[in-house]
């Protein structure tokens, strides 16, 4: 992989014209295309004559364990409920690892996101008495060997439930000591059917280990928004602001509006962030919680695996569905839409080095776009990815 040393003329998201300045991995300066001096043809540069330059996308949640990408196409299997699809989907994994194993599958996803700009990537890795930490060391093995192309963080998900499901939190326990960054959970309310026992193990488990909570909600209406509250209280009596998250909180899209008010401050003041992929049923309301100070971000979710059989693994298509579903029209709220798989993601993740700024990685990319807005709304061509300074595509003028 190569290095560029310099890109000429990039357009950043505030609409300036810069060069910028690459070395050992990290940008070193941000210097005006007015300043340069004439005739700048220095060794190792690209040129972008324009191109939108944005700081490398952010995947907030995948399921890297469950795709079939890299298997033969799996018809969808539509379930009645849950339990249903999980116990689905059980049965279907084995199936399809006869077909393809685990790592080569979420290998497969993971270099096809970071050839779409993903720099970063969260993903929940199921940890359950069927597959105990066999997925968890597939996904450890595939975060080493993709490395050099994209970050991978990891979630302890219990897919089968915490409290009913025997030994699970045993299996949390090892999973965090093993390398998991995270500690998830699973509707406490409408799976297990115990809010405070399933919330007692994870947030114990996340003080015991340090770690951070990602817990996947779907319960909805006044169950679903009791048990945001009960976590932003359980975060900050922590002192956990800024590493828990709830993932799809489809309750906050159907509260009156009393009860949304008062979960969105409870959660904007504790810092718990919220997680949406933008479904089509009950999604958060983005514009509403972003006003009241709540972090929200974006994730794929699922990609062609066993809950459905969509994704591409693109994160400025993920913004565009959100803005679609959201109703984020303006260019201010397309801005938004690109901050779900930018910055506020990268928030979430703890990326703090993360950015176009002197010092920073060069985990970049460039688009086939004049502004921010455009990018959201057009599906541009990937014209640059970089990861930490080297180059994983190269469509650029220049390379043509």
Not at 255 to 268: G, N, S
Request: hydrophobic share 45%.
């Amino acid at each position: 992989m190569t290095s560029p040393a310099l890109l000429l003329d990039a357009t950043l998201p505030d609409g300036s014209a810069v060069d910028v300045h690459l070395a050992d991995g990290r940008i070193t300066a941000l210097t005006p295309v007015s300043a340069r001096p004439p005739h700048t043809g220095a060794p190792g540069a690209v040129r972008l004559d324009g191109a939108l330059l944005l700081p490398a996308l952010v995947d907030g949640h995948a399921h890297l364990d469950k795709t079939f990408l890299g298997a033969p196409w799996q018809p969808h299997r539509a379930t009645d409920g849950l339990r249903a699809q999980i116990a689905s989907e059980r049965a279907l994994r084995h199936e399809v690892a006869r077909l393809a194993p685990v790592a080569e599958r979420a290998e497969a996803l993971a270099r096809r996101m970071a050839s779409l700009g993903t720099g970063h990537v969260r993903s929940h890795v199921d940890v359950d008495p069927d597959t105990g930490l066999d997925h968890l060391h597939a996904l450890l093995e595939v975060r080493e060997r993709v490395r050099d192309v994209i970050g991978v963080q990891l979630v302890a998900f219990p897919q089968s439930g915490v409290v009913a499901s025997p030994g699970v939190a045993d299996l949390l326990d090892a999973a965090l000591r093993e390398g998991a960054e995270l500690i998830g959970g699973l509707d406490p309310a409408g799976f297990d059917g115990d809010v405070d026992g399933q919330l007692d193990i994870v947030f114990g488990l996340a003080g015991r280990h340090g770690a951070g909570v990602d817990i996947h909600l779907h319960d909805g209406g006044p169950v679903g928004a009791s048990q945001l509250r009960d976590i932003a209280d359980r975060t900050a009596a922590l002192g956990l602001a800024g590493r828990v998250a709830v993932s799809h909180a489809y309750a906050l899209g159907g509260l009156d509006a009393d009860e949304l008010h008062t979960t969105a401050r409870k959660l904007a003041e504790a810092g718990v962030a919220i997680m949406t992929n933008g479904p089509s049923r009950s999604m958060p309301p983005v514009k509403l919680l972003h006003e009241y100070g709540v972090r929200v971000f974006a994730g794929s979710d699922n990609i062609r695996d066993a809950w459905w059989p969509y994704g591409t693994g693109d994160m400025l298509e993920r913004a565009t569905i959100i803005g679609l579903q959201g109703e984020l029209m303006t260019d201010r709220e397309l801005l938004l839409a690109a901050d779900l798989v930018t910055t506020h993601a990268a928030a979430a993740l703890g990326l703090s080095d993360y950015g176009l700024a002197p010092g920073a990685p060069a985990d970049l990319v460039a688009v086939a776009a004049g502004s921010v807005p455009e990018a959201v709304a057009a599906h541009p061509e990937r014209l640059l990815v970089l990861h930490g300074g080297r180059t994983l595509l190269d469509r650029t003028p220049g390379a043509r």
